[in-house]
């Protein structure tokens, strides 16, 4: 399948999560070659009870570790409609999408991504899974079973120039 026009979606990849080194400078090698939005989670437990049910809470302050066109800012597992909008409005048709937590934040903007029209797709070496699975496994498996597209490695990218 040809794509007429792409991006990357980086979920957030911030100090509060544990993001491999190797993984954080893979993906800012990306970014320079493609829009790129990130997210970054924010705390705010009057909008999503994180430490209240969780016991835990991301930094009040984290910034994304990639370098990106646009930031967002989000509270909780779903990226701001405000992204999703953008990417629209940009006439993208295909998300590339990696990041923290295949398994829960990847996978919930991919719900997004695929109800707004658009073909997410998720770049499985460049994502980690949530405690409950590191390696992406679990999230590559879901996401393949619900919008088909999973990428293993750089050689699968479809890329122009």
Known sequence: MI???QALLVVDVQPSFAVPEGMISDITALSQ???TIATVERHDEGITPFERQLGWKPGPDDDSL???DRVFIKH???PPP???DHLKSLGV???LVCGVQA???CLAAGFMLFDAGLQPTLLKWLSVGSSLDRSADLGANLWRHHFGSVLHSADEL???G
């Open 158 to 160: 479809q890329l122009d």
């Open 3 to 5: 794509f007429r026009k």
């Open 82 to 84: 405000e992204a999703i």
């Open 103 to 105: 398994d829960t934040c």
């Open 76 to 78: 909780g597992y779903l």
């Open 93 to 95: 048709d295909r998300v």
């Open 66 to 68: 990639v370098p990106a």
């Open 33 to 35: 070659r493609l829009y």
